[in-house]
């Protein structure tokens, strides 16, 4: 029994120490391409790239790691879609506000969720307007789903107002869900309908 404990610890050792000794960022780049080559093979008619960078305050990974992993096969993809004739639309929740700079330098045209919990709408609109479209903004995390008929009427009016010069689509800043007030999603609807949107 000790002999077999020492062997697994032998072999647990040395793996360690081969591991170590390599750069295992190899391995996951490959990975990461594959999903760029998978992404493109379903001709799809509205291309839109979904892969969340961020969380509500921070992001899982640094600007650096993300421009290393991330961006090279972005850029590909962004690239192939562009070459296409078609628009480039993403879906990624949580504060990433850093990256649009790098996105709109490779091909971006329009960012999803525009989520009001960690993005400051009424400064990144003007921002960007011209350079990339934003389309959310109506909060599913506050406003739509627990907030009143009027609160509702009073952000959507405020939102179209922001958005009046361009750069901006209308919506939900993500899906409307199972505990939103069927009257709070009608009054949404009518404040844009009356905006004849």
Same mark, same amino acid.
């Not at 391409?33 to 892969?51: D, E, K, M, R």
């Not at 096969?73 to 993403?90: N, P, S």
């Not at 903004?137 to 179209?160: A, C």
């Given at each position: 029994?000790?002999?077999?404990?020492?062997?697994?610890?032998?072999?647990?050792?040395?793996?360690?120490?081969?591991?170590?000794?390599?750069?295992?960022?190899?391995?996951?780049?490959? =990975?990461?391409?594959?999903?760029?080559?998978?992404?493109?093979?379903? $001709?799809?008619?509205?291309?839109?790239?979904? @892969? &969340?960078? %961020?969380?509500?305050?921070?992001?899982?990974?640094?600007?650096?790691?993300?421009?290393?992993?991330?961006?090279?096969?972005?850029?590909?993809?962004?690239?192939?879609?562009?070459?296409?004739?078609?628009?480039?639309?993403?879906?990624?929740?949580?504060?990433?506000?850093?990256?649009?700079?790098?996105?709109?330098?490779?091909?971006?045209?329009?960012?999803?969720?525009?989520?009001?919990?960690?993005?400051?709408?009424?400064? =990144?609109?003007?921002?960007?307007?011209?350079?990339?479209?934003?389309? $959310?903004?109506?909060?599913?995390?506050?406003? @739509? &789903?627990? %907030?009143?008929?009027?609160?509702?009427?009073?952000?959507?009016?405020?939102?179209?107002?922001?958005?009046?010069?361009?750069?901006?689509?209308?919506?939900?800043?993500?899906?409307?869900?199972?505990?939103?007030?069927?009257?709070?999603?009608?009054?949404?609807?009518?404040?844009?309908?009356?905006?004849?949107?």
């Amino acid at each position: 029994m000790k002999k077999k404990l020492l062997l697994i610890f032998i072999i647990i050792i040395c793996s360690i120490s081969v591991f170590a000794q390599k750069d295992l960022t190899k391995y996951v780049k490959p =990975i990461i391409g594959s999903q760029t080559h998978f992404s493109l093979s379903n $001709g799809n008619v509205y291309p839109c790239i979904a @892969l &969340p960078w %961020g969380m509500n305050h921070w992001a899982p990974q640094t600007y650096d790691v993300w421009k290393e992993f991330i961006y090279p096969y972005l850029k590909k993809v962004y690239e192939r879609v562009r070459q296409a004739g078609k628009f480039v639309t993403i879906h990624s929740c949580g504060d990433v506000d850093e990256l649009f700079d790098d996105l709109i330098a490779i091909g971006l045209n329009s960012f999803n969720p525009f989520q009001p919990e960690v993005m400051d709408i009424p400064k =990144i609109l003007p921002k960007y307007r011209g350079r990339l479209a934003f389309h $959310g903004g109506l909060s599913m995390q506050k406003t @739509l &789903p627990f %907030g009143t008929k009027e609160e509702v009427i009073n952000e959507s009016e405020r939102l179209l107002e922001l958005g009046r010069d361009g750069g901006y689509i209308f919506s939900p800043s993500h899906a409307v869900e199972s505990d939103t007030s069927i009257e709070n999603i009608l009054a949404f609807i009518e404040v844009a309908q009356k905006q004849h949107l």
